[in-house]
């Protein structure tokens, strides 16, 4: 991507042609760690489309709230070449960094020149950081048989029309990786308050992401006409297969829901409770709907469980949260402080999301609050597995399949009412 270059000064040994030929792309180097906060390696490549030579630059990295200041040189660079050079860069207060430290940009000066450049790279090593997040390592530190539980499995649920689909296809297209640009669709997304999930589905992100160890189970949006906490009991326990379709009666498979009961096992059962709510309902519920939902919570955190509340649709009350969704804004607060209030919850269990919509691009502030809730849902995995894992002292056996055939077949044809 090529950018104007600050040129307005007697000491500039270039001409105007070769600072508008010079472009730069600014990554990271072979030996950088990728992880915040610590000390990172950026590569910056400089490409010559003049038909002059550069001559040697002093290159400066200016600080930010993230970088300190650094220095290294650009050597010449040939007409119609490219050179690249590595930067040493010490972070600021290292060790406590979170995404919001992260700049959008960094500014690079040739001999006090400055070029300001967007440093893209930062959108796509998400994956990486979040692969520290394994349940075999969190058993190993408790000293438990870490080969009882592979995965983290994670349920999303809520109102119909609530983006959960969506949701996922955000979090899919920010770990993606820096070279893929396109936008994942994954999950059928619908709009407004049609079921756009069907079924229960089952996103089993290790396929794709090998060091990811979690699934994320998507459900259809809950309405007064198919809430049944019997089915939320066994959704919660893992008994339910994937593709179990809405409307399905459990009455029609009683012999083996019966024979499920005995089994108790934390690897199959979730791990971590997202209940998505539009922000446009929240003056909406009626006094039964609200019961319900702070019974089912009360159920959860009973259980242990830590649910999360993600507020969606945001952005439509704040329209500069789609172009700065990591700040602060009084009103969105305020949707987060009546939630809060509302399922009577604390206000740390209150997030939001801004998901893709109508993009054609990635965007880099959408994916860094995409990581964050992602970080948020699987620390919430973490606590629940090390608090069952304390209380009864075992895990259970990752692998229910015996000759009683207590697992779902795949091909399991069921019926809807």
């Not at 290292?94 to 300001?116: M, Q, T, V, Y």
């Not at 009103?331 to 919850?345: M, N, S």
Request: with cysteine; glycine share 6%; proline share 3%.
């Amino acid at each position: 991507m090529s950018t104007p270059v600050d040129k307005n000064s007697s000491e500039n040994p270039l001409s105007d042609e070769a600072w508008e030929s010079l472009e730069i792309e600014v990554g990271y180097s072979e030996k950088s760690h990728q992880k915040l906060g610590v000390k990172d390696f950026l590569k910056v490549t400089v490409q010559n489309n003049s038909d002059n030579a550069v001559p040697e630059q002093r290159l400066t990295l200016r600080p930010n709230k993230y970088y300190r200041f650094a220095m290294t040189t650009l050597p010449e660079i040939k007409s119609h070449e490219e050179v690249s050079v590595d930067f040493d860069v010490e972070v600021k207060d290292p060790g406590n960094r979170s995404i919001e430290s992260l700049c959008r940009s960094i500014a690079i000066e040739f001999d006090g020149f400055k070029r300001e450049h967007e440093h893209k790279t930062k959108i796509a090593n998400y994956s990486r950081r979040l692969g520290d997040f394994s349940p075999s390592e969190l058993l190993k530190k408790a000293n438990k048989d870490h080969s009882e539980i592979e995965h983290y499995n994670i349920l999303l649920f809520g109102i119909a029309g609530a983006s959960k689909s969506s949701f996922i296809n955000t979090t899919f297209t920010m770990l993606q990786g820096e070279d893929d640009r396109k936008l994942s669709r994954i999950a059928a997304a619908g709009g407004g308050g049609d079921h756009a999930t069907q079924s229960l589905s089952r996103f089993q992100v290790w396929q794709f992401h090998s060091h990811l160890r979690f699934n994320i189970w998507d459900t259809w949006g809950l309405d007064k006409s198919n809430y049944d906490p019997d089915q939320v009991t066994l959704l919660m326990s893992g008994k339910l297969p994937p593709g179990w379709k809405m409307g399905t009666e459990i009455s029609d498979h009683t012999d083996r829901f019966q024979k499920l009961a005995q089994i108790e096992t934390l690897s199959t059962q979730m791990h971590a409770v997202v209940f998505f709510v539009p922000q446009g309902l929240l003056s909406d519920f009626d006094e039964d709907d609200v019961k319900r939902i702070q019974q089912m919570f009360q159920c959860l955190i009973q259980e242990e469980y830590n649910p999360l509340v993600i507020l969606s649709k945001v952005d439509e009350v704040e329209e500069k949260l789609r172009e700065n969704p990591l700040e602060k804004y009084d009103e969105i607060e305020g949707l987060r402080r009546k939630t809060a209030g509302l399922f009577k919850i604390g206000l740390n269990s209150v997030r939001y999301t801004v998901n893709y919509l109508s993009e054609t691009t990635r965007n880099w502030d959408i994916e860094a609050l995409a990581y964050e809730n992602l970080t948020a849902i699987l620390e919430s995995c973490e606590s629940f597995v090390e608090s069952r894992v304390m209380r009864f002292g075992k895990v259970g056996r990752t692998d229910v399949v015996d000759d009683s055939g207590l697992v779902w077949p795949d091909e399991l044809e069921l019926k809807s009412s």
